[in-house]
């Protein structure tokens, strides 16, 4: 069965420090990958995704990730991060049918505390 | 975009009553989505509902216990039927605009069943 792993549970960081956060995925197929953002109360909201092309995207808020096909890898990273990064990040990977990208597989989430 | 709104925000309810989710949407849109977020675990997609069909359900879940209904193309409801403390969790609507693009969702019912 197709499934999103993260590796980390909660990250602490002081404003500035760099971050990555981890993310496997377990799909042979065709897949497109996604990174969710929820700020504290509330709705999720998009971050970055990855189609097809360049390998390396870069989304809002100076996050970016990196798609390693070899790997199986889709880590997010920022170079500096702020007090205002707090909140709980997904990977996503959709199901690869249909055309649909509501059909998504999570990952279990990785809460991110900034301290300022 | 799209703005998805869910009611109710939270609730609190007793074991075997059952709770129904509304969700809106401010545009019409082909496909919706229902999620379970339980305490600790990933988002889990329940089923998808389409206008003018059944909805189609994921592996354990089924329509008895989670009978979802979709109108129209801007709005859908989620039951969720005779409930116990295993139900508590939060749910969410999303939904997908076009294909190839990403999905949007709710800010998500909080239920406690007691």
């Known amino acids: 069965a197709q499934s999103v792993s993260q590796h980390n549970h909660h990250v602490i960081l002081s404003e500035a420090a760099s971050l990555e956060l981890g993310c496997n995925y377990s799909?042979?197929?065709?897949?497109?990958l996604f990174w969710y953002v929820q700020y504290p109360g509330q709705h999720l909201q998009l971050l970055l995704k990855?189609?097809?092309?360049?390998?390396l995207v870069k989304g809002i808020k100076g996050f970016e990730a990196e798609f390693i096909k070899s790997k199986f890898s889709f880590n997010l990273r920022k170079p500096s991060v702020q007090w205002s990064d707090t909140a709980e990040y997904f990977c996503?990977?959709?199901?690869?049918?249909?055309?649909?990208?509501?059909?998504?597989?999570f990952g279990k989430g990785t809460k991110l505390s900034v301290k300022p | 975009s799209a703005v998805i709104s869910q009611k109710p925000s939270r609730d609190i309810c007793q074991r075997g009553t059952s709770l129904t989710i509304q969700c809106q949407v401010d545009?019409?849109?082909?496909?919706m989505f229902w999620y379970r977020q339980q305490p600790g675990q990933s988002l889990t997609l329940i089923a998808t509902?389409?206008?003018?069909?059944?909805?189609?359900?994921e592996s354990g879940f089924v329509i008895d216990k989670f009978p979802i209904s979709r109108p129209n193309l801007t709005f859908s409801t989620l039951t969720v039927s005779n409930m116990s403390p295993e139900d508590s969790s939060i749910y969410l609507c999303?939904?997908?605009?076009?294909?190839?693009?990403?999905?949007?969702f709710g800010q998500g019912t909080r239920l406690t069943v007691v």
């Open positions: 990855y189609f097809s092309g360049d390998p």
């Open positions: 996503a990977v959709n199901r690869g049918y249909g055309g649909s990208q509501g059909n998504l597989i």
């Open positions: 999303s939904v997908d605009k076009n294909l190839n693009t990403e999905a949007f």
């Open positions: 509902a389409n206008q003018g069909s059944e909805a189609t359900y």
């Open positions: 545009s019409q849109v082909t496909m």
């Open positions: 799909y042979g197929g065709t897949v497109n």
